[in-house]
DNA sequence: TTCATGGAAGCTGAATACAGTTGAATCGAA
DNA sequence: TTCGATTCAACTGTATTCAGCTTCCATGAA
């Protein structure tokens, strides 16, 4: 841990974070502050700044007098978060400056063309999907709404890891971001937001079947 | 200060949050910790915390041995600002239940006449506005879209009570404010969705006149 | 057995203490 | 005078301490 310069807080906040969505830190169980500080390696102070930090993003509840805890886990949560950060991409996606698009798709395309070979190999495709988006919407100029975004993701990431959805649902992701591409070229931002925006629509539909 | 139960940093983070708003705590100004804390009557760790949740937010910005600053005013920030929690609210108007819409009716168009009341007798609508569009989206049952709302919306009161716009801003508010209680009563979302759009882009066209 | 009660251990929330960094003022040399 | 080094006060970041609340177990009465 500790990265040079940033504060404790931030790896802690970013390790935490990572533990409520694989899993490591489950649905519903409280976090014992002396046990993870010392597990950590660091002490109470930053750790609980840490918290609040991820509470404050919905991804810790504060309870008073109790500390935090994981919020449980809840499919008519998931089913209201995937369209929310459906809607907030699609957004960033409008907001993006046409030009800036056309010149990030051809990493764009490298990057679809790399998923679908790992797709045929079986692979796992959730980071690489992850880095697509991120790259699809590194020009949006709204640093507001791309915050918004980055801190929303994790509450969905977490049913995400859930519910997988396997090859099927990778097969029809890949094909919505064909499309995304396609109008993008076509330079009808509309439409592309759209498919965006049922992208991410799409993975709800997978909430509730193929736990792993 | 300190409300039952609820751990001192809400209570601080809600009074610095008015401080910055207001202007009490100036654009680029830095936060002195050890005089705030006194200030406000409590120690440094729940001030701490406080400031943690506002920098998280977007209200502050934290740098690394250097503690806390307000971000300096920003009319280009401020002009994205204004379409963003536009959208927002546009979402939460879409997501909102009609029939729980048609219930809101009533109160919404009291409060608009109220309103009117007020901005006759020339005083100010900031309030009641914030009111208003509170009980609007007050249905809307997807809780991390309304935090985003919350908590994205004192970003943009720091320009609001900058750039108040006068009577005229205000009367065309509530112009908007009637056409998208009309298009609820004719039960069209999207178009109330628009007008509701509309109301916070026009916002941003009174940015830079009218400082007071 | 079941339920209420007391009390101790453990935990959180807040205050205080400590350490390392920053920044500004002072001093000295060119 | 000006530039640079140095020192020191002030401040932040982190650790530790303290107080009060929770929780759970043990005890005992109904």
Redesign the interface.
């Known amino acids: 841990m500790s990265q040079s310069?940033?504060?404790l807080?931030r790896d802690v906040a970013e390790h935490i974070t990572g533990r409520i969505v694989d899993g490591r830190l489950p649905a519903a169980a409280r976090v014992n502050e002396v046990h993870l500080a010392a597990e950590l390696g660091v002490s109470r102070?930053p750790l609980?700044?840490a918290l609040?930090?991820l509470a404050?993003?919905?991804l810790l509840v504060?309870e008073?007098n109790r500390g935090f805890r994981v919020p449980p886990l809840d499919l008519d949560?998931a089913r209201?978060?995937y369209p929310?950060v459906g809607?907030l991409e699609a957004?960033a996606l409008r907001w993006t400056a046409p030009q800036d698009l056309l010149g990030l798709l051809d990493r764009l395309e490298q990057q679809a063309e790399q998923m679908e070979a790992v797709l045929e190999g079986g692979g796992d495709l959730s980071v690489l999907d992850d880095n697509w988006h991120g790259l699809l919407l590194s020009a949006c100029?709204?640093?507001?709404?791309m915050?918004?975004i980055v801190?929303?993701k994790p509450?969905l990431k977490r049913y995400d890891v859930l519910y997988f959805g396997g090859p099927e649902r990778a097969r029809r992701s890949l094909d919505e971001h064909r499309r995304i591409l396609a109008a993008i070229r076509a330079q009808d931002l509309n439409e592309a937001a759209r498919q965006l925006t049922q992208n991410w629509a799409n993975g709800a539909a997978y909430l509730g079947c193929r736990p792993r």
Chains 1, 2 share one sequence.
Not at 141 to 145: F, M
């Open positions: 310069g940033a504060p807080r102070t609980r700044e609040v930090e404050d993003r919905g504060a008073p949560e209201k978060l929310l809607e957004l100029a709204n640093a507001h709404l915050r918004l801190q929303t509450l």
